[in-house]
């Protein structure tokens, strides 16, 4: 029997190993791209808005297996941190329309409450675009968020209370979630592309502000029209944001995702609020 040469049994046996070392490279790096249009590699930016800015076309995974499992990964991140937002912002609701001496604060510093936690939190979103990757601040700009947002969403339900209307925040919250879980399954399932909102919503959300604002400078009271047109558009802002969420961000982006989930339900929150309410100042 003809024996094969040494040679040509050592080059096949080098060919397998190299054709399995690339397949376990792409398996443990499956993102990879080239900048639109240049001859030289360069490295991704890790920010996908970045990456996309620059020319660099959408990732591509290697293996289906791979994709499912960073997208699964991304997910858990995202509704795991909104779960735990959520979570202390009920809290902090519960304890200042059920704790007497907590509701009492709240109720009598109530401007100074709203000030002193909305000017912040604006520039903790300026931040964490920033440091949204650097570990530990992303958490720490994470927490301090919640906690100023949650104390700030826990006065107004403080003043419900005192106006004895604790009912209608109990009913917001209930029909709040329903809808976000609603809409979060409905695009999950469905294979429409909501990324056509993105070019209504911010005028509808701008005239929204110009709205409040024109009523807190002539005082007069926003009623139920305002709440109803400001749930539409902030459900609309959870259909775009789910859908960009599951189909398009990339899996760096869990701390802007959950950010961005977060408000949308305390908007459409405080909507219903503004509904069930009796309209609301």
């Not at 304890?95 to 709240?106: D, E, H, I, Q, T």
């Not at 709203?114 to 700009?141: E, H, Q, V």
């Not at 592309?193 to 005028?203: A, H, K, N, R, W």
């Not at 709440?227 to 789910?242: C, H």
Request: hydrophobic share 50%; aromatic share 14%.
């Amino acid at each position: 029997r003809r024996r094969r040469p040494r040679s040509e049994g050592r080059s096949q046996s080098e060919s397998r190993r190299q054709q399995g070392s690339q397949a376990m490279s792409s398996e443990k790096t499956p993102l990879m791209g080239e900048a639109a249009g240049g001859q030289h590699k360069v490295e991704r930016p890790k920010d996908w808005k970045t990456a996309k800015n620059q020319g660099w076309k959408a990732p591509v995974y290697t293996d289906a297996a791979v994709k499912r499992a960073v997208q699964k990964d991304f997910l858990f991140k995202v509704y795991g941190i909104l779960a735990m937002q959520l979570s202390v912002t009920v809290a902090f609701c519960a304890l200042f329309m059920l704790v007497p001496a907590a509701n009492g604060f709240a109720v009598a510093n109530r401007t100074p409450i709203i000030l002193l936690t909305f000017i912040p939190t604006l520039g903790i979103i300026i931040a964490l675009f920033f440091l949204k990757n650097s570990y530990p601040w992303n958490g720490i700009l994470l927490a301090a968020f919640t906690l100023f947002e949650s104390l700030m969403i826990g006065t107004v339900c403080a003043v419900y209370q005192e106006n004895n209307k604790g009912q209608a925040v109990a009913v917001a919250w209930v029909l709040t979630l329903f809808v976000f879980v609603a809409l979060t399954v409905f695009v999950w399932l469905s294979d429409i592309d909501f990324s056509f909102l993105g070019y209504f919503l911010p005028i509808a959300l701008l005239i929204l502000i110009l709205w409040a604002f024109t009523a807190i400078i002539f005082g007069f009271k926003l009623g139920w029209l305002y709440g109803t047109i400001g749930a539409l558009i902030f459900t609309g802002y959870i259909l775009y944001d789910t859908d960009q969420i599951m189909k398009h961000m990339g899996c760096d982006d869990h701390v802007i995702a959950a950010i961005e989930l977060y408000l949308d339900v305390l908007n459409l929150f405080l909507m219903f609020m503004a509904i069930f309410g009796g309209g609301g100042d």
